[in-house]
């Protein structure tokens, strides 16, 4: 890829750059599905609006408004689209940067990160060293290491009783019943089955249902859905109930994902 040339939106096109990053920019619709894949680079996959669902095969993941995920080089990946998604995604040379987190993870973007990450987007792909893009390159390097990590990860069962209650929660988070409730289906007593949450997981029923719940959320908020709407939707008695749990668990209130959508 030439200094003169077009930025191109396919993704073969960044991984073998001399360049330790570059951005490719593109558009997705809501409902839009990227199939199973990987890149022989990491990356750093960013929308400045909308939400992006990525799944690997052991956990799925919920990349917000004011997110993104760093994905390691050659690991498998999904991804769902909510939403019209404008998707800005670093491809980076894992061997030429110093600062980056380990393994997937989603972070929190900060306002300078969001406008490096566009402003390397204005500058030559094939930016020359000791150059402005270089300069922004350096920058955003800097700022990915030091991003803070969100707890936005579902695991997903391996144990075959566990699997079935699963997939009906992925499908309906707003299912009240308890661990007694889902022994018939899974297979298993209540008692097994909280061990099995444990031991599978690294977490209780209670806590793996809520983060199904703010994921699903996370998506509904992003679409525009009213707070008392999305409260009812996952199983809250009252929205009260729902912005409290909610921003508990994620440091801010629900308003601030509707507000960082519109933005």
């Known amino acids: 890829m030439s200094l003169s040339s077009p930025r191109s939106t396919n993704p073969a096109d960044y991984q073998e750059l001399a360049q330790p990053i570059a951005v490719l920019a593109k558009s997705f619709a809501d409902g839009y599905f990227i199939a199973p894949h990987e890149h022989q680079r990491d990356q750093f996959l960013y929308a400045t609006n909308g939400v992006m669902r990525l799944r690997t095969q052991h956990n799925a993941w919920i990349v917000p408004p004011a997110g993104a995920a760093y994905i390691p080089a050659g690991l498998p990946h999904s991804v769902s689209i909510h939403g019209n998604v404008d998707m ?95 022994s018939e289906i899974a297979g298993a007593s209540a008692r097994t089955l909280a061990r099995l949450f444990e031991r599978d997981l690294g977490m209780s029923f209670i806590q793996w249902r809520q983060r199904v719940r703010f994921q699903s959320a996370l998506e509904a908020l992003s679409q525009g859905v009213p707070v008392s709407g999305v409260a009812k939707m996952h199983g809250y008695r009252s929205p009260s109930a729902f912005s409290a749990a909610f921003a508990k668990a994620m440091g801010h209130a629900p308003s601030k994902v509707m507000a960082g959508n519109e933005g």
Do not use: M
């Open 88 to 182: 800005r995604t670093l491809y980076i040379d894992p061997g030429a940067v110093r600062k980056r987190p380990q393994g997937l993870n989603v972070v929190a973007v900060s306002g300078l990160l969001k406008e490096l990450i566009l402003a390397l987007g204005e500058e030559p792909v094939a930016y020359a060293p000791g150059s402005r893009g270089s300069l922004i390159a350096q920058l955003i390097e800097q700022e990915i290491g030091q991003a803070n990590a969100f707890s936005l990860h579902v695991p997903l069962p391996r144990d075959t009783r566990l699997q079935k209650l699963c997939a009906v929660l992925l499908a309906d988070p707003s299912d009240r019943r308890t661990l007694d409730g889902w």
